[in-house]
């Protein structure tokens, strides 16, 4: 017998949510070919060109994270750095509406505008459809697998619906068919983010008709970042719900979290959702990141009038002088339709200038004092200074409800974070958000192990085995003979996340080997530049 592999003395814990036990696991051509007996493996008839040393250690799948933004930047960094060193196998893109496909008539100009700094490529977008993207993707090589959605801002802008306008009927089956043909091509369903512009524009209707074409499609799914009203965190849930079953679709409610402080403790409203609409049938699912602070684009606070079009209308308005006062006024009524503001718990993490690059790290609140002006006018004076190209971490939510979500049992694990180096081109000196780097090892060293929020079999489930079901794949995120060998060897008396929101560009400790269809891309905590990464495709094995 002739194996590639094989990874002998680990306890193995196989992502169904099933007991460790000790095995031994062999790999051939990308798969697990055996998983046997500890010892089972070690005759002289077994030929093998690596043998990796388990002892005291768990492995387990590849971690799939099922929310994530790394759609171009892996261009830039394409070993997917920041992802594959805390284990991660396969992400999920396409996220929150933003999807760097289809694209329309006008180009990808005003898709990439709404990308912004933090989540754009610094290449040019030279495709118009998911096989041009993914082509694009693998013929440079990438450390990781992707699992693309389509977004609804993109299929919006491709369909000359980036304003705050309903469509007319043929522009909206116009948006059905971008939508299908996106499908068709591998995409695992849509996605909206309905707080973000244009596709906060749409009304319900409108998501349940683009929705529906997914009904065809096994497996195809409807993830959203939904709409937040002050205090009614719990109609967002309904919403999502009600158009899962309208359309007859499975629901992926992303990022699960409450960032009103007026809703604090109110978790189980919102499970309660979860758990009602699943009792009547309706497929709901929920992912969660272990973090009290989400992080996002500075233009995403102001109301969606001034948003209106793009980023060039708005920053038009902004800078006409009648103009600027409506929006002031309205800024500061709050953000997210009706939030107050908390200048305090929004930190700046990546400003482009020179002129601004001081105020990194710095509350709007500080950075307010230090510019000697009210906090509404930094916020303001900002976007309009840097062209809109500013991002921030929010401190806006609570560790017990964080928690309290972590432990549902439909709720899995999703780090909406990016894939990046530390010495590339979104790294050093920005300080993105921490889950970029330390999501998966921070539940397991904070959260297993020293916090007994969950047990071992159950994080790691919620991390391969139940996002690869929500994904309809059926050969990842179990360790079985037949399946990828996507796999992480960690030591679960050691493994942590070191990343910081002060040091965020940090990689974690504990993980000794993660390999990719069945090639080794981090050993002892070092990249070993291997891309051998691919877009995986809606239906198809690969």
């Known amino acids: 017998m002739d194996l590639d ?13 099933a007991l460790a ?58 070993g997917a750095d920041s992802k594959v060193q805390q284990g991660v196998t396969t992400e999920v893109t396409g996220n929150c509406s933003y999807s760097p496909f289809p694209i329309g ?18 290449q040019d977008w030279d495709w118009t459809d998911l096989d041009g993207w993914a082509t694009r993707l693998e013929s440079n090589g990438i450390g990781c697998n992707l699992a693309p959605l389509v977004g609804h801002s993109a299929v919006r802008i491709a369909a000359g619906l980036g304003t705050d306008r309903a469509p007319a009927a043929a522009e909206l089956a116009s948006m059905v068919r971008l939508v299908a043909g996106s499908i068709e091509q591998g995409a695992f369903g849509l996605s909206t983010g309905l707080t973000l512009t244009p596709s906060s524009f749409a009304t ?9 074409a997914l009904q065809p499609y096994p497996s195809a799914f409807y993830a959203t970042h939904a709409r937040v009203w002050a205090g009614e965190h719990v109609h967002a849930l309904q919403e999502a719900a009600d158009i899962g079953r309208r359309a007859g679709v499975p629901v992926q409610f992303s990022h699960i979290a409450i960032i009103d402080a007026r809703a604090y403790g109110r978790t189980g409203d919102l499970t309660d959702v979860i ?13 969660v990141y272990p973090y009290t602070a989400g992080g996002t684009h500075l233009m995403q606070f102001l109301p969606e009038w001034v948003q209106d079009g793009g980023v060039e209308p708005m920053l038009a308005r902004m800078r006409d002088v009648g103009e600027r006062t409506r929006v002031r006024a309205s800024a500061a009524l709050g953000w997210f339709r009706g939030l107050p503001w908390d200048w305090d718990s929004l930190v700046i993490s990546d400003i482009e200038s020179d002129a601004n690059r001081a105020l990194v790290g710095r509350s709007i609140a500080d950075a307010a004092g230090m510019r000697g002006e009210d906090p509404l006018d930094t916020f303001l004076g900002l976007i309009d200074e840097e062209d809109n190209r500013v991002t921030v971490v929010c401190h806006n939510r609570t560790e017990s ?6 432990r549902h049992p439909m709720i899995m694990i999703g780090s909406d974070g990016t894939a990046i180096s530390p010495s590339g081109p979104h790294g050093q000196p920005q300080r993105p958000h921490p889950r970029y780097y330390g999501t998966y090892p921070r539940i397991l060293g904070r959260y297993v192990r020293d916090g007994a929020v969950l047990g071992l079999e159950a994080a790691i489930h919620k991390m391969t085995g139940f996002p690869a079901a929500r994904l309809g794949l059926t050969d990842r995120g179990r360790i079985a003979e037949g399946c990828a060998a996507d796999l992480v060897l960690f030591d679960p008396a050691t493994i942590i996340d070191r990343a910081t929101f002060e040091a965020p560009h940090q990689f974690p400790a504990g993980i000794d080997r993660v390999m990719v269809n069945g090639v080794t891309v981090v050993r002892d905590g070092v990249h070993s530049g291997a891309r051998p990464g691919r877009v995986l495709r809606r239906g198809v094995a690969a």
């Open 275 to 287: 758990d009602g609409a699943r009792a009547g049938g309706q497929d709901m699912t929920a992912d």
């Open 5 to 17: 592999a094989v990874v002998v003395g680990a306890l193995v814990i196989d992502g169904t949510g």
């Open 105 to 122: 008539p006008d180009g990808p100009d005003p898709m990439r505008a709404i990308f912004g700094p933090e989540l754009d490529t610094r």
């Open 401 to 406: 409800d964080m928690q309290a979500f972590l």
């Open 21 to 78: 036990r000790p095995a031994d696991v062999g790999i051939r051509a990308g798969r697990i070919s055996l998983v046997t007996e500890p010892g089972a493996l070690s005759g002289a008839d077994v030929a093998v060109r690596e043998r990796i040393d388990g002892g005291g250690r768990v492995l387990a799948p590849g971690f799939i994270d099922i929310h994530t933004h790394s759609d171009v930047t892996l261009l830039d960094d394409p």
């Open 204 to 212: 319900t209707d409108e998501i349940v008709a683009l929705t529906r």
